[in-house]
């Protein structure tokens, strides 16, 4: 009765079983889906721990000297790239070169978006916080603009707002006196769509960065990520992010 | 007794002129009114409320003028934190109706929608510090969304 044995019949039916779930997954007729795990959800109903969002950089397509991506992001949420000392950066392009070997990496850097993030943790007032589909975001709401979590960042990611702003775009609210990171574009997310640097990569023919649900199995990234090396920048903090990067 | 006399004399000057300043504040007041309800502008400016587009509110009138920010609150902590994005009492679904057709804003005079009644209440407007005052879509789609607009306001939130 207790015998924990697997048999070769235990086996097959596993198989099957683990299939036609996958199947019920999918479609039960044709344009009647049962349930998705990896598209963006309706407008009311909340953000789910049954997704995490994540991106994997593919750093043997990412060109140098390109800035697609950081363009893009500024485009979309509303500043300029690098013009002044102050200027907020989201997404930054980072040049790396081995001394010895001299060979050289191109590749963005963004937040993390960790599992387990720093800046969540220092926030005094609570305005740094974690989505449930892994999303870290400030609530400018609540955020006085201390810079603690600024500090905490193992990556610098996150910039504060010194000058008055206007003109924002709709979407994105971002204001003097508050600190601010790389939403992985959530207003787009929410509305199913990639986030900017995503797609402008992939305009400009690079294609070196991927977006999409961790948590499911069948999705391209986690499909990727199960068959090819990825590392972590700063795996030592053990802090999960949910950027990787391939092809160090 | 010349001093009680006197102390009478003077209590009747001082009601004298009490009874004065009285009709002449009634005067005034009087007139002030008169202005006001005879005029959009008197000494106290009223709000000019100019709603071009959609049919109705999201809401009945009477309950947006007080409790306005209530939703706006509440609908911000659903969007920020849970990403509940829906339209019916989102800032955004505010400005696309009721930015004006001059400067395409709910701001910039007393005239625009958001600035006329906070200056009139002196209720100070911070939301302008971080989001857009101007609606998202252009002229191009502004027609649809005011096609769109009744749906949203009677559908599901």
């Given at each position: 009765?207790?015998?924990?044995?697997?048999?070769?019949?235990?086996?097959?039916?596993?198989?099957?079983?683990?299939?036609?779930?996958?199947m019920?997954?999918?479609?039960?007729?044709?344009?009647v889906?049962?349930?998705?795990?990896?598209?963006?959800?309706?407008?009311?109903?909340?953000?789910?721990?049954?997704?995490?969002?994540?991106m994997?950089?593919?750093?043997?397509?990412?060109?140098?000297?390109?800035?697609?991506?950081?363009?893009?992001?500024?485009?979309?949420?509303?500043?300029?790239?690098?013009?002044?000392?102050?200027?907020?950066?989201?997404?930054?392009?980072?040049e790396?070169?081995?001394?010895?070997?001299?060979?050289?990496?191109?590749?963005?850097?963004?937040?993390?978006h960790?599992?387990?993030?720093?800046?969540?943790?220092?926030?005094?007032t609570?305005?740094?916080?974690?989505?449930?589909?892994?999303i870290?975001?400030?609530?400018?709401?609540i955020?006085?603009?201390?810079?603690?979590?600024?500090?905490?960042?193992?990556?610098?990611?996150?910039?504060?707002?010194?000058?008055?702003?206007?003109?924002?775009?709709?979407?994105?609210p971002?204001?003097i006196?508050c600190?601010?990171?790389?939403?992985?574009?959530?207003?787009?997310?929410?509305?199913?769509?990639?986030?900017?640097?995503?797609?402008?990569?992939a305009?400009?023919g690079?294609?070196?960065?991927?977006?999409?649900?961790?948590?499911?199995?069948?999705?391209?990234?986690?499909?990727?990520?199960?068959?090819?090396?990825?590392?972590?920048l700063?795996?030592?903090l053990?802090?999960?992010?949910?950027?990787?990067?391939?092809?160090? | 007794?010349?001093?009680a006399?006197?102390?009478?004399?003077?209590?009747?000057?001082?009601?004298?002129?009490?009874?004065?300043?009285?009709?002449?504040?009634?005067?005034?007041?009087?007139?002030?009114?008169?202005?006001?309800t005879?005029?959009?502008?008197?000494?106290?400016?009223?709000?000019?409320?100019?709603?071009?587009k959609?049919?109705?509110?999201?809401?009945?009138?009477?309950?947006?003028?007080?409790?306005?920010?209530k939703?706006?609150?509440?609908?911000?902590?659903?969007?920020?934190?849970?990403?509940?994005?829906?339209?019916?009492?989102?800032?955004?679904?505010?400005?696309?109706?009721?930015?004006?057709?001059?400067?395409?804003?709910?701001?910039?005079?007393?005239?625009n929608?958001?600035?006329?009644?906070?200056?009139?209440?002196?209720?100070?407007?911070?939301?302008?510090?971080?989001?857009?005052?101007?609606?998202?879509?252009?002229?191009?789609?502004?027609?649809?969304?005011?096609?769109?607009?009744?749906?949203?306001?009677?559908g599901?939130?």
């Open positions: 009765m207790t015998d924990n044995k697997t048999t070769p019949v235990d086996e097959g039916r596993r198989r099957f079983l683990t299939a036609s779930a996958a019920a997954g999918v479609a039960v007729a044709p344009g889906v049962l349930y998705e795990i990896a598209h963006g959800k309706p407008a009311d109903e909340p953000a789910s721990h049954a997704v995490r969002w994540g994997l950089i593919d750093t043997n397509q990412c060109q140098e000297g390109c800035d697609e991506c950081v363009k893009a992001c500024g485009e979309e949420n509303g500043f300029g790239h690098g013009t002044r000392e102050t200027d907020s950066q989201w997404i930054r392009k980072v790396l070169r081995d001394m010895r070997t001299g060979r050289t990496k191109s590749l963005p850097v963004m937040c993390q960790c599992a387990e993030p720093p800046c969540v943790d220092v926030c005094p609570g305005a740094s916080f974690k989505r449930p589909d892994g870290v975001l400030v609530d400018r709401h955020c006085i603009g201390c810079r603690y979590c600024m500090m905490a960042c193992p990556y610098k990611a996150r910039s504060f707002v010194h000058e008055r702003i206007t003109d924002q775009n709709p979407d994105v971002r204001g006196g600190v601010e990171s790389c939403t992985m574009c959530v207003h787009r997310v929410d509305r199913d769509q990639q986030p900017a640097c995503v797609e402008a990569c305009k400009a690079h294609g070196a960065i991927l977006f999409g649900n961790l948590n499911d199995p069948n999705s391209e990234i986690a499909k990727r990520i199960a068959q090819y090396s990825t590392m972590e700063r795996a030592d053990k802090l999960n992010l949910g950027v990787r990067y391939q092809g160090f | 007794m010349s001093g006399a006197k102390l009478g004399r003077r209590a009747a000057g001082i009601w004298a002129a009490l009874a004065a300043l009285l009709l002449a504040s009634l005067g005034a007041f009087a007139a002030a009114s008169g202005e006001r005879g005029t959009a502008a008197g000494r106290t400016p009223k709000p000019v409320l100019v709603i071009e959609g049919e109705r509110c999201v809401e009945d009138t009477a309950y947006m003028r007080r409790n306005h920010m939703l706006l609150l509440h609908h911000r902590d659903d969007t920020v934190h849970k990403g509940i994005r829906t339209e019916k009492h989102s800032l955004q679904n505010c400005i696309n109706c009721h930015a004006s057709s001059k400067n395409n804003s709910v701001l910039g005079s007393d005239e929608f958001c600035q006329s009644c906070h200056t009139y209440a002196a209720v100070k407007l911070d939301c302008w510090d971080c989001h857009s005052s101007k609606p998202k879509q252009q002229a191009a789609t502004a027609a649809a969304a005011v096609a769109k607009a009744p749906v949203s306001a009677g599901k939130q």
